[in-house]
């Protein structure tokens, strides 16, 4: 999917954490970021159908 171009704001120190973490990655400050927004969007989506009830793992005994 082609990428578009946008601008954000981000305070200081939030930046230094994204630098030093593209810098153990050796990846961009671009990537640190796109990978954050995709986690964001994924997290606050709307979905269709609810989420599956949980079941309990694990033994069945009470």
Same mark, same amino acid.
């Given at each position: ?11 200081? =120190? ?9 810098? =153990?990655?050796?990846?961009? &400050?671009?990537? %640190? %970021? =796109?990978?954050?927004?995709? %986690?964001?969007?994924?997290?606050? &989506?709307? &979905?269709?159908?609810? +989420? +599956? ?7 069945? =005994?009470?």
């Amino acid at each position: 999917m082609p990428l578009k171009h946008t601008t954000v704001h981000v305070d200081t =120190r939030d930046l230094v954490l994204i630098e030093e973490a593209a810098a =153990r990655r050796g990846v961009s &400050r671009a990537e %640190i %970021i =796109r990978e954050g927004v995709r %986690i964001a969007a994924r997290l606050n &989506r709307v &979905r269709d159908e609810p +989420p +599956p009830t949980p079941t309990r793992c694990g033994d069945d =005994r009470a």
